[in-house]
């Protein structure tokens, strides 16, 4: 059985994902869950504390698949599970994205700990980087790799917060927003295309197409 605390930080997740962190209080938490505030102020202190552990699952999702697997060369499906998985994280934590000047703003203590896993997460990115290249699946200097490793991060941690500035906010909707998460993915792949040999140029094609919304083009979806 879920304990309290576990559907607390579900709960939360899915409201400021849904209405955005600002917006939502530590009562409507409450009342969602039909708990007194009482009950979650046991188990967290205040909002912060929420987003503190929210962010600490995200952190841990991340460090587990940014990894390279020992004893095998990369392969372009491992390339393909790496996007997946961004995704997936961009999407369960979107309102972290979404909002993540104003929360580190909030809390020096997050933005310390954000800071420490960004340059966590560029080191494991930049294994990740250099084991497709020694699999033959990149070709790119280490400055090139370097840059195209920041490039890839800026995208993904400000895409989200792109998206919601540009779109209105009766366009969206969870639909809208997953369908335009994918379109940062194909973005990502943009911006590696240069880059890819082997079987990740063969299938560039392949990974396109995974990630494209149809016929339409990014600034299409963006400003239709």
């Known amino acids: 059985m879920t304990s309290t605390r576990e559907r607390i930080l579900d709960t939360a997740l899915a409201l400021f994902n849904r209405h955005g962190e600002r917006r939502v209080t530590t009562n409507h938490i409450a009342a969602e869950l039909a708990i ?3 009950n979650l102020y046991y188990h967290f202190r205040n909002k912060t504390e929420i987003v503190s552990e929210l962010f600490r699952r995200y952190e841990a999702r991340v460090e587990a698949f940014l990894q390279v697997p020992v004893g095998r060369a990369l392969t372009w499906q491992d390339k393909v599970a790496y996007l997946e998985a961004i995704l997936q ?3 369960q934590a979107r309102f972290f994205h979404r909002e993540l000047g104003h929360l580190l703003d909030a809390d020096e203590h ?3 700990r954000y800071a420490d896993f960004a ?3 560029l080191d494991q990115g930049l294994q990740v980087y250099c084991g497709l290249r020694h699999a033959g ?3 790119a200097t280490d400055e090139e790799l370097e840059s ?12 989200t917060g792109f998206v919601h500035a540009l779109v209105p906010g009766e366009r969206l909707d969870e639909e809208l927003d997953r369908t335009l998460l994918r379109q940062g993915i194909y973005q990502i792949i943009c ?3 240069p880059y890819l040999r082997g079987e990740a140029l063969e299938h560039l094609d392949t990974m396109k197409d995974a990630y494209r919304q149809g016929s339409h083009s990014t600034l299409e979806l963006l400003f239709e």
Do not use: D, H, Q, Y
């Open 191 to 193: 911006l590696e295309a």
């Open 148 to 159: 195209l490793l920041v490039n890839t991060w800026v995208l993904i941690a400000s895409w």
């Open 89 to 91: 994280n961009m999407w």
């Open 36 to 38: 007194s505030p009482g």
């Open 119 to 121: 340059r966590r997460s």
């Open 137 to 139: 699946l990149l070709e």
């Open 110 to 112: 997050l933005r310390r």
